[in-house]
């Protein structure tokens, strides 16, 4: 069964992966960005730590949320209609502790709120205000471009598990030549070796076809409700599908409810269900800052 409520856990990262279903802004590209801005960082100094892209022509302010031992005050800078979401912090490298990391998902959750986020890996850190300006001028159109297919869109989170035991108990009831060679095994006297063999064979290869199936099936149960689907890459053995969903604003409700639906409907698997989450898994950034050359 899903869990009762939707767990929000620490930052998302942006694995490599396959994507599914196409659609719009299955998969929004923008132009390429060191985490560090290009920029050589060798401690000391202020700079600024960008979390986010968003559409605004105002300066907004959203309060000591930033990180940092004492929560930095979150701001934007702002060039014609776009806006870098940051805080003032050190130059250095950022370690990915859990405090890190969840103040920048604090930072990006707070801001999707009310507006549409392109959200930027952990540990984004510019020199200058004038270097932010810059990746906004340089990169404006594609920017413009990710925002509109990402404009009113959500990103959840869905891993299903099963018991490995419980699954081929299941099969040896259903398949015959596996329940046949189970017996014999059980009832053989001499060497069983090549039998066992045998049925680990089938075992594997029906546990293999059920996984297809089930994850099939799952992905075409939702894909009414959601723009776009993302498979990763699953993790562990009790893993069968790991996967991301880009669902609109209006949606959200029809799109639970569908995942509490399956859930009852396959009651021996375990559902994980995240989110709503920036859309981590269906933009991918690739910023390259280049500065102004000079006349």
Same mark, same amino acid.
């Given at each position: 069964?899903?869990?009762?409520?939707?767990?929000k856990?620490?930052?998302?990262?942006?694995?490599?992966?396959?994507?599914?279903?196409?659609?719009?802004?299955?998969?929004?590209?923008?132009?390429?960005?060191?985490?560090?801005g290009?920029?050589?960082?060798?401690? @000391?100094?202020?700079?600024?730590?960008?979390?986010?892209?968003?559409?605004?022509?105002?300066?907004?302010?959203?309060?000591?949320?930033?990180?940092?031992?004492?929560?930095?005050?979150?701001?934007?800078?702002?060039?014609?209609?776009?806006?870098?979401?940051?805080?003032?912090?050190?130059?250095?490298?950022? %370690?990915?502790?859990?405090?890190?990391?969840?103040?920048?998902?604090?930072?990006?959750?707070?801001?999707?709120?009310?507006?549409?986020?392109?959200?930027?890996?952990?540990?984004?850190?510019?020199?200058?205000?004038?270097?932010?300006?810059?990746?906004? $001028?340089?990169?404006?159109?594609?920017?413009?471009d990710?925002?509109?297919?990402?404009q009113?869109?959500?990103e959840?989170?869905?891993?299903?598990?099963?018991?490995?035991?419980v699954?081929?108990?299941?099969?040896?009831?259903?398949?015959? %030549?596996?329940?046949?060679?189970?017996n014999?095994?059980?009832?053989?006297? @001499?060497?069983?070796?090549?039998? $066992?063999?045998?049925?680990?064979?089938?075992?594997?290869?029906?546990?293999?076809?059920?996984?297809?199936?089930?994850?099939?099936?799952?992905?075409?149960?939702?894909?009414?409700?959601?723009?776009?689907? $993302?498979?990763?890459?699953?993790?562990?053995?009790?893993?069968?599908?790991?996967?991301?969903?880009?669902?609109?604003?209006?949606?959200?409700?029809?799109?639970?409810?569908?995942?509490?639906?399956?859930?009852?409907?396959?009651?021996?698997?375990?559902?994980?269900?995240? @989110?709503?989450?920036?859309?981590?898994?269906?933009?991918?950034?690739?910023?390259?800052?280049?500065?102004?050359?000079?006349?």
């Amino acid at each position: 069964m899903p869990e009762a409520q939707k767990k929000k856990r620490g930052a998302k990262a942006s694995p490599g992966a396959r994507a599914k279903d196409g659609g719009a802004g299955a998969r929004a590209l923008a132009p390429e960005v060191p985490a560090d801005g290009g920029l050589k960082t060798e401690g @000391g100094g202020r700079g600024k730590y960008v979390y986010c892209i968003i559409q605004s022509g105002e300066t907004l302010r959203f309060g000591p949320l930033g990180i940092g031992a004492d929560p930095a005050d979150v701001h934007t800078v702002n060039y014609k209609d776009i806006a870098a979401v940051v805080s003032d912090t050190p130059i250095e490298v950022h %370690d990915p502790t859990r405090e890190n990391v969840l103040a920048h998902e604090r930072v990006n959750e707070t801001v999707m709120r009310k507006y549409t986020v392109i959200p930027m890996s952990f540990g984004t850190v510019f020199k200058t205000r004038d270097d932010i300006v810059e990746l906004l $001028r340089s990169a404006y159109d594609a920017f413009r471009d990710v925002l509109m297919k990402m404009q009113d869109k959500l990103e959840f989170g869905l891993k299903v598990l099963w018991d490995r035991e419980v699954m081929i108990r299941l099969i040896e009831e259903q398949d015959e %030549d596996v329940r046949r060679l189970k017996n014999e095994i059980s009832g053989q006297k @001499g060497s069983t070796y090549f039998a $066992r063999m045998q049925y680990g064979r089938l075992v594997d290869a029906a546990l293999q076809q059920l996984s297809e199936k089930y994850v099939s099936e799952l992905f075409e149960a939702l894909r009414d409700v959601a723009v776009a689907s $993302r498979a990763n890459k699953p993790i562990g053995d009790k893993m069968i599908m790991n996967a991301a969903f880009l669902v609109s604003r209006d949606k959200e409700t029809a799109f639970d409810q569908k995942v509490k639906a399956i859930g009852a409907k396959y009651d021996k698997l375990t559902f994980k269900y995240t @989110g709503p989450w920036p859309p981590y898994n269906f933009v991918n950034i690739r910023l390259k800052l280049e500065r102004a050359k000079e006349k």
